[in-house]
């Protein structure tokens, strides 16, 4: 299976303090790919640098085998549509008008947008906020508004920072709904998500991330025959490492 995204050697600091260092990373086309790990792995950090918001200090990205440089990059970002956390809304547009307005930027076909749009916010009940300014909007309300107009952009690459958090449970399920579909149409998904349970019956294949760096890649073999006797919690806190503090609750 040919690589949607390649990582080779990804250097991201702030300041002095090194996020990501030497990562390495390919991500098969056509995929659902979780990337977990504890907080502060580096894992936003990772989704922004592929997202062109943020730069990155040493290293290469290949994304649909485009050499993610600035002389390329306005046309990768068109392939390319993303749900941040927190979601990056324009808090003075009403809904339907921030899906227009991204749209737009997208060149998304105008025939036919809004009775998609209108069906996809009935799918996840923010039809009724369609027109209501987005600072109103609850947490959980932005988090699917973010999701349903990335999924309008047609992208061929989606990146996912927490979609899940703030989410009810109904419409936690009808997103994995909608990734399953846009997977049967070759969509390649990334997403990052403390909802380890999520992950595991969702994705294909799973990075763990830690400490700046790539510490295990689980194909679907591998987890497989990982998964026989441990849930991914378990895989997970093995390959983290994760003390025990019990002492720290023993006066409870």
């Known amino acids: ?28 086309k056509g995929s659902i790919f979780g990337l977990i790990g504890p907080n502060g792995a580096g894992k936003s950090t990772l989704i922004g640098v592929l997202t062109g918001l943020l730069s990155f ?11 993610f440089i600035d002389e390329n990059e306005a046309e990768i970002k068109r392939d390319v549509a993303s749900v941040l956390q927190p979601p990056l809304l ?50 959980g309300s932005r988090k699917k508004l973010a999701f349903v ?19 009810d449970v109904i419409s936690i399920d009808r997103m994995k709904t909608v990734l399953r579909r846009l997977k049967e149409k070759g969509v390649t998904m990334i997403i990052t998500s403390h909802i ?15 400490q700046g760096g790539i510490i295990a890649y689980l194909d679907s073999v591998s987890r497989k025959n990982l998964q026989e006797n441990s849930s991914l919690h378990e895989i997970f806190s093995e390959y983290v490492k994760v003390e025990g503090k019990d002492d720290v609750v023993d006066w409870l």
């Open 1 to 28: 299976m040919s690589e949607a995204i390649s990582i080779k050697g990804l250097i991201k600091s702030y300041d002095e303090h090194i996020v990501l260092k030497e990562l390495d990373l390919s991500i098969p």
């Open 57 to 67: 200090d040493d290293g290469y990205i290949h994304i649909n085998e485009k050499h």
């Open 90 to 139: 324009f808090e003075q547009f009403t809904s339907i008008e921030f899906v227009e307005y991204v749209c737009d930027i997208y060149e998304i076909e105008k025939q036919g947008l809004l009775e998609k749009a209108y069906s996809l916010m009935d799918f996840f009940e923010i039809k009724d906020f369609a027109k209501t300014k987005i600072h109103k909007l609850s947490s």
């Open 149 to 167: 107009t990335a999924v309008l952009t047609e992208p061929k690459i989606l990146l996912l920072d927490e979609p899940f958090e703030a989410v």
């Open 196 to 210: 380890l349970e999520v992950v595991e019956n969702l994705c294909d294949d799973i990075a763990i991330l830690h």
